[in-house]
């Protein structure tokens, strides 16, 4: 699979809330941002515990609107990010940037850029 297409599906998993299958295009020794409480979280279970109590108490929507290619390797994803807690009212509404390194096919991390 195309590595853009990829993180498309990614997005677009998430947005669903499907854990699983956002699971499935991530290595299973993942680094992800924790962007809500800090830091980061490392594995699958790491990333499906934080993401279902991140749901628990906000529902984010992201959706990408460009990416591109660093001359690194990274792939950067301008991404509009939209976020409600759960009474409906709004949180956050900004673009950001999320860079990704893949391995072998699938997510190994991803950073939070402002």
């Known amino acids: 699979m195309d590595n853009l297409k990829l993180l498309e599906r990614a ?7 499907d854990i699983d299958a956002v699971l499935a295009l991530m290595q ?17 279970e790491a990333v499906r515990d934080y993401w279902t109590r991140q ?17 690194n390797g990274e792939i950067e994803a301008d991404v509009h990010q939209f976020v409600k807690d759960r009474e409906g009212r ?25």
């Not at 997005?11 to 809330?17: P, Q």
């Not at 299973?28 to 594995?43: A, I, L, Q, S």
């Open 11 to 17: 997005y677009e998993a998430f947005n669903k809330r």
């Open 90 to 114: 709004v949180v956050a509404d900004s673009q950001v940037k999320h860079v990704y390194t893949l391995r072998g096919g699938k997510i190994k991390t991803m950073n939070i850029e402002s």
């Open 55 to 71: 749901w628990q108490q906000l529902d984010p929507r992201v959706t990408p609107v460009s990416f591109q290619i660093r001359s």
């Open 28 to 44: 299973p020794d993942v680094d992800w941002p924790n962007g809500w409480e800090g830091g980061f979280v490392h594995g699958h």
